[in-house]
């Protein structure tokens, strides 16, 4: 055992060594509080907001834990891969405390980006042979000489995987996939190879339980067993089978589970409808007023398929009761004949004039092979219209036909869409008519979606009627402009030829609308809006212009659309709000 002995000189080093002691330990504290500092948010030095975005996304999960040597690591092994997974494998990487916060900060000299030198990808296997391959190779994410994206890879792998199931290759597997970083050359190359195996077809079409529209199940298939598999064809059926009237649940998909033979079942899970089924709404709208709306639906009434539909309709200015009688021919949704009718009454909806409008009309509706629902009709019609306490009756009968086609992606909120209703009619005084007229009319519409968040609608109304005397034409028949639907900032059906203070209605319709909308909130969008056109029998009035911004709210039954307009023609300039549920085209 060592003792220490201390004389005079021993009392100033024992009061050194207290000293010594004293500020080790001081240090020591000080060392240790240093390093239990959080690192609660991170800040970069000067670099791409790419990188700086999946840097941070990155570090995330590793936020609001006290700082040490096992966290440097982790905080740096994770930055250097968030920037070689955007290309970045030269990178320096410094971290750093900003002064007396629980901020972190960043910087790298981030270096030149590795490129793809080449994108090698072969498929063995019958998929080598198809047509629709060669579509998805150049549509792939990653091309030979971008920056390397890690992400780009992955999607490139689920895109050919998707492409081969949806075109029925559901025995492809993975020869190689691989991708080569040579980093002192600083390129890289993407290496997938895989064999497709055979393609299936489709097999038995399996009803889940017993439906009274088995018929039109079996009908409707846009496929005949043995046809080679594709998921396109499976989901026209899909769509199909619930644009009948019959179901209230439909389910189509492979039993993959199943497959043999190259030849894979397909299950359909159907739920009929109740023999009878009601539907209540109710809304507003600035043109006719509070709304409300029910709805009748007989979906099985024959061992065919015949099917009814009633509504009734009750609004403060309009309102309004129809059936309809359906008859398939071969298709239920677009070869069928109609039988339709109604009554209708109108209390000063275009302002001054009363209505009572009945008709009858049989339908014959088809397919056309370009995709048009052609639609031949014979319609009786009555209508009294009072105005000025002056009451005018008329009696029609009108044959005629349209032809109407939509198509549109993405729902009841679409990115790209387009419609299109031509209709032709005819009534002549000898065949129990009040007057001859031809009346031709063109409707169309086209919306379109740019960059995310822009989207621009157009629409187009033109028509003309051939009379002797558009004072003997039916008041419903005749030509209007205005309102929510039409020119806004202008009342409904109040853009005309007017005589002796009294509205006529026009031969001649044009108008044209072209509205922007910009998405700044999920649900939101901002719209600007231009409409201009003309009712008229001549052609010598001025056109009106309306012009107005207005919000749209996105719902899942379609957007909300509040519009505030201007009549930029009109001499008061007055504006007017407007309100519409519903989708753009």
């Given at each position: 055992?060592?003792?220490?002995?201390?004389?005079?000189?021993?009392k100033?080093?024992?009061?050194?060594?207290?000293?010594?002691?004293?500020?080790?330990?001081?240090?020591?504290?000080?060392?240790?509080?240093?390093?239990?500092?959080?690192?609660?948010?991170?800040?970069?030095?000067?670099?791409?907001?790419?990188?700086?975005?999946?840097?941070?996304?990155?570090?995330?999960?590793?936020l609001n834990?006290?700082?040490?040597?096992?966290?440097?690591?982790?905080?740096?092994?994770?930055?250097?891969?968030?920037?070689?997974?955007?290309?970045?494998?030269?990178?320096?990487?410094?971290?750093?405390?900003?002064?007396?916060?629980?901020?972190?900060?960043?910087?790298?000299?981030?270096?030149?980006?590795?490129?793809?030198?080449?994108?090698?990808?072969?498929?063995?296997?019958?998929?080598?042979?198809?047509?629709?391959?060669?579509?998805?190779?150049?549509?792939?994410?990653?091309?030979?000489n971008?920056?390397?994206?890690?992400?780009?890879?992955?999607?490139?792998?689920?895109?050919?995987?998707?492409?081969?199931?949806?075109?029925?290759?559901?025995?492809?597997?993975w020869?190689?996939?691989?991708?080569?970083?040579?980093?002192?050359?600083?390129?890289?190359?993407?290496?997938?190879?895989?064999?497709?195996?055979?393609?299936?077809?489709?097999?038995?079409?399996?009803?889940?339980?017993?439906?009274?529209?088995?018929?039109?199940?079996?009908?409707?298939?846009?496929?005949?067993?043995?046809?080679?598999?594709?998921?396109?064809?499976?989901?026209?059926?899909?769509?199909?089978?619930?644009?009948?009237?019959?179901?209230?649940?439909?389910?189509?998909?492979?039993?993959?589970q199943?497959?043999?033979?190259?030849?894979?079942?397909?299950?359909?899970?159907?739920?009929?409808?109740?023999?009878?089924?009601?539907?209540?709404?109710?809304?507003?709208?600035?043109?006719?007023?509070?709304?409300?709306?029910?709805?009748?639906?007989?979906?099985?009434?024959?061992?065919?398929?015949?099917?009814?539909?009633?509504?009734?309709?009750?609004?403060?200015?309009?309102?309004?009761?129809?059936?309809?009688?359906?008859?398939?021919?071969?298709?239920?949704n677009?070869?069928?004949?109609?039988?339709?009718?109604?009554?209708?009454?109108?209390?000063?909806?275009?302002?001054?004039?009363?209505?009572?409008?009945?008709n009858?009309?049989?339908?014959?509706?088809?397919?056309?092979?370009?995709?048009?629902?052609?639609?031949?009709?014979?319609?009786?019609?009555?209508?009294?219209?009072t105005?000025?306490?002056?009451?005018?009756?008329?009696?029609?009968?009108i044959?005629?036909?349209?032809?109407?086609k939509?198509?549109?992606?993405?729902?009841?909120?679409?990115?790209?869409?387009?419609?299109?209703?031509i209709?032709?009619?005819?009534?002549?005084?000898?065949?129990?008519?009040?007057?001859?007229l031809?009346?031709?009319?063109?409707?169309?519409?086209?919306?379109?979606?740019?960059?995310?968040?822009?989207?621009f609608?157009?629409?187009?109304?033109?028509?003309?009627?051939?009379?002797?005397?558009?004072?003997?034409?039916?008041?419903?028949?005749?030509?209007?402009?205005?309102?929510?639907?039409?020119?806004?900032?202008?009342?409904?059906?109040?853009?005309?030829?007017?005589?002796?203070?009294?509205?006529?209605?026009?031969?001649?319709?044009?108008?044209?609308?072209?509205?922007?909308?910009?998405?700044?909130?999920?649900?939101?969008?901002?719209?600007?809006?231009?409409?201009?056109?003309?009712?008229?029998?001549?052609?010598?009035?001025?056109?009106?212009?309306?012009?107005?911004?207005?919000?749209?709210?996105?719902?899942?039954?379609?957007?909300?659309?509040?519009?505030?307009?201007?009549?930029?023609?009109?001499?008061?300039?007055?504006?007017?709000?407007?309100?519409?549920?519903?989708?753009?085209?």
């Amino acid at each position: 055992m060592l003792h220490w002995h201390f004389g005079m000189g021993g009392k100033y080093l024992k009061l050194f060594a207290i000293v010594v002691i004293c500020w080790c330990l001081t240090f020591s504290l000080s060392t240790q509080a240093e390093a239990q500092w959080q690192v609660e948010a991170i800040e970069f030095g000067e670099m791409p907001d790419e990188l700086s975005k999946n840097i941070n996304g990155t570090l995330k999960p590793l936020l609001n834990q006290p700082f040490s040597q096992s966290l440097e690591n982790k905080l740096l092994s994770q930055t250097e891969r968030a920037l070689q997974a955007l290309g970045y494998y030269h990178a320096n990487i410094t971290l750093s405390r900003v002064e007396q916060s629980s901020t972190l900060k960043i910087e790298a000299e981030i270096g030149e980006p590795i490129r793809w030198k080449s994108i090698q990808i072969e498929i063995k296997g019958e998929a080598n042979k198809d047509s629709f391959l060669q579509k998805v190779l150049s549509s792939i994410p990653i091309k030979a000489n971008d920056i390397v994206n890690h992400d780009n890879y992955e999607q490139t792998k689920s895109v050919l995987e998707s492409s081969l199931i949806s075109k029925g290759y559901f025995d492809f597997k993975w020869l190689t996939h691989r991708l080569e970083i040579h980093k002192q050359k600083n390129f890289a190359v993407a290496k997938l190879k895989l064999d497709s195996g055979n393609r299936y077809r489709f097999g038995k079409v399996e009803v889940s339980r017993q439906s009274l529209a088995k018929k039109y199940i079996q009908s409707l298939a846009p496929f005949d067993e043995n046809t080679l598999y594709d998921e396109n064809l499976l989901s026209e059926y899909n769509l199909a089978l619930n644009k009948t009237p019959y179901f209230s649940a439909i389910k189509v998909y492979p039993q993959l589970q199943n497959r043999k033979n190259n030849l894979v079942p397909i299950r359909i899970e159907v739920v009929d409808k109740p023999a009878n089924t009601f539907e209540v709404g109710g809304g507003f709208s600035t043109e006719i007023g509070a709304k409300a709306r029910f709805k009748w639906s007989k979906p099985w009434i024959t061992e065919d398929g015949h099917f009814f539909d009633g509504n009734l309709f009750v609004a403060e200015k309009q309102q309004r009761v129809t059936g309809s009688y359906s008859i398939p021919v071969s298709n239920p949704n677009d070869d069928l004949w109609r039988v339709t009718t109604g009554y209708a009454l109108e209390d000063e909806l275009t302002e001054g004039v009363n209505s009572k409008i009945w008709n009858v009309q049989l339908q014959r509706q088809w397919l056309t092979s370009n995709n048009w629902v052609r639609t031949a009709f014979l319609k009786r019609e009555h209508e009294t219209t009072t105005q000025a306490g002056i009451t005018d009756k008329t009696e029609m009968l009108i044959p005629g036909i349209s032809y109407a086609k939509k198509q549109a992606v993405g729902g009841v909120t679409p990115s790209w869409g387009q419609q299109t209703l031509i209709s032709l009619e005819f009534a002549s005084d000898d065949l129990i008519s009040s007057t001859t007229l031809f009346k031709a009319q063109w409707e169309q519409a086209w919306l379109r979606k740019f960059a995310l968040k822009h989207w621009f609608i157009a629409r187009l109304d033109a028509g003309a009627i051939v009379t002797d005397d558009i004072n003997e034409v039916p008041f419903n028949l005749r030509f209007f402009a205005g309102g929510d639907q039409s020119i806004r900032g202008f009342a409904y059906q109040s853009v005309a030829p007017y005589e002796e203070g009294k509205i006529v209605g026009g031969k001649y319709l044009a108008t044209a609308s072209v509205e922007y909308n910009y998405q700044f909130m999920p649900n939101w969008r901002l719209a600007l809006f231009v409409d201009s056109g003309t009712a008229t029998n001549d052609f010598s009035e001025s056109w009106a212009v309306g012009a107005g911004f207005g919000f749209r709210y996105i719902t899942p039954v379609g957007p909300i659309r509040l519009d505030h307009a201007w009549g930029l023609s009109k001499e008061s300039k007055s504006t007017r709000l407007s309100i519409i549920i519903g989708p753009e085209i």
